[in-house]
Structure formats: structure tokens, C-alpha cells
């Protein structure tokens, strides 16, 4: 089982930064809503050792409030790779990384309101177009 740091939202890129020398890469940044905890949202940094071969994770717990006022800071310029997922993070979660190059949505639509992996989220969605159905459903272009 990897170490794991539990850190402040402010503590995290400082402490990434510190630990670039001896962590080679960034494996993932990933999301999670612990809802009805708080603070609700986690962010989950997964970094690996290839010399030693060894695992670290660094975890960080923010409010709503906290993740929309951008209070995580972006890693990109410490590890390249966690560019496309801090913008996953912030696609489904809504995480906002201060001094990201590039935050925007990357898989919803750049109009789509809300964060689907919240727990809080309405499951559902809109209707599937089979071919049994295609008379009953409307179509989206009408």
C-alpha cells in the first residue's frame, strides 16, 4: 500500500514541488466527492519513484466553495501530464486550478451546466434513440 500525504488545498503545489526531485512523474490527478462529508471534494495527486519503485499519493480536501474560488493551484509546470487531468477534474468536479495554461471542459459540451460526477448530480439523463423507439423519441436536430 502507497504512503499517502493528506494536505491543506495551499499546502499541495509547494509539496509537489518538493517532491519532484525524487518522484519522476505524475501518474494521475483524479477527483472525488465524499458528499455528505466535508469538505465534500477530493483531489488525488498519484506520483511514482521509477528508481525505487514506489508510489505516493498526496490527497487535498476542498469545499464547494473552495474548489470554485480556484483555491488548488495547477502542478502542469511541475509535471506536464497533469494538464489533461486537472482539466478532467475540473470537467466533472468542478475544481478550479489557479495558474492552469488551458482550464476548460474536455469532454462535456463547453455550454453544459453543471459537474457530473458530483454525488449530488441528478441521475437520468436524456433519452436514448433505439430503434424500437425512434417514433416516440424526439429527435435532436428538431
Known amino acids: 500500500m502507497p504512503e499517502t500525504l493528506e494536505l491543506a488545498p495551499g499546502e499541495v503545489r509547494e509539496a509537489v514541488a518538493s517532491l519532484r526531485a525524487d518522484w519522476d512523474m505524475l ?3 483524479h477527483g472525488c466527492d465524499y458528499l455528505p462529508a466535508e469538505p465534500r471534494l477530493g483531489v488525488h495527486y498519484e506520483l511514482i ?3 525505487r519503485l514506489e508510489r505516493l499519493h498526496v490527497k487535498t480536501r476542498l469545499t464547494i466553495e473552495q474548489a470554485e474560488a480556484g483555491e488548488l493551484h495547477s502542478v502542469v509546470d511541475i509535471y506536464p501530464s497533469a494538464n489533461a487531468h486537472e482539466r478532467e477534474v475540473f470537467d466533472f468536479f468542478g475544481v478550479r486550478f489557479t495558474g492552469h495554461p488551458d482550464l476548460k471542459r474536455i469532454l462535456m459540451p463547453d455550454d453544459y451546466v453543471g ?3 458530483r454525488r449530488d448530480f441528478p441521475v437520468g439523463g436524456e433519452p436514448v434513440l433505439f430503434t ?5 423519441t424526439p429527435r435532436w436536430y428538431e
Open 132 to 136: 424500437f423507439n425512434e417514433h416516440e
Open 49 to 51: 519513484s521509477m528508481t
Open 27 to 29: 501518474l494521475s490527478v
Open 115 to 117: 459537474y457530473p460526477q
